[in-house]
C-alpha cells in the first residue's frame, strides 16, 4: 500500500469569513482551484507545527492556538490535518506568489461558487465559518 502524503491546512478565519488561497494554473496537484493554506508536513514535525511553519511562509502570519477541526478530503492519498484559526500575529499576504496567484476572504454563502481543491471540504468549511 502506498504512503500517504501527510498535509497541514488551516482555516483562518475573521468576521464570519474564511481565507482561502487561489492555486496557481500551473501547480502539478490541484491547479486552479481555492484552498486552505498550508502543505506538506516535514519529517519530525507535528501537524500543528506544519500549520504553523506553513502560515508563516505561505501567508506571513504567526498563527496561534491552531485547533484540529474535521476535514473531509476525498484523495485516499492525502492524509488531512486541517486546523481552525481565529488568532494570529500580522495581516495575511500572499507570501508565496510561485504557489498562489491569489488570496480572499469568503463569506459562507459565497463558497457554493468556488471551484475547491476538493468539493467535499465543503461542509467543513461552512462549518469552520459558522462555530
Known amino acids: 500500500m502506498p504512503t500517504r502524503v ?8 475573521r468576521d464570519g469569513r474564511i481565507l482561502l488561497v487561489h492555486r496557481n ?5 490541484y491547479p486552479d482551484c481555492w484552498d486552505l493554506a498550508g502543505g506538506h508536513i516535514e519529517p519530525g514535525e507535528s501537524p500543528a507545527q506544519a500549520v504553523v511553519r506553513e502560515c508563516r511562509e505561505e501567508l506571513g502570519v504567526r498563527i496561534l492556538d491552531p485547533r484540529p477541526m474535521p476535514m473531509a478530503f ?3 492519498g492525502i492524509e488531512m490535518h486541517a486546523f481552525v484559526v481565529d488568532r494570529w500575529e500580522g495581516e495575511p499576504v500572499n507570501a508565496a506568489p510561485d504557489e498562489h496567484d491569489q488570496l480572499r476572504w469568503f463569506e459562507a454563502a459565497e463558497l457554493v461558487h468556488l471551484t475547491l481543491a476538493d468539493p467535499a471540504s465543503l461542509p467543513d468549511l461552512l462549518n469552520a465559518i459558522r462555530a
Open 6 to 13: 501527510a498535509i497541514a491546512t488551516a482555516a483562518l478565519i
Open 25 to 29: 494554473p500551473e501547480r502539478r496537484w
Open 74 to 76: 476525498s484523495d485516499p
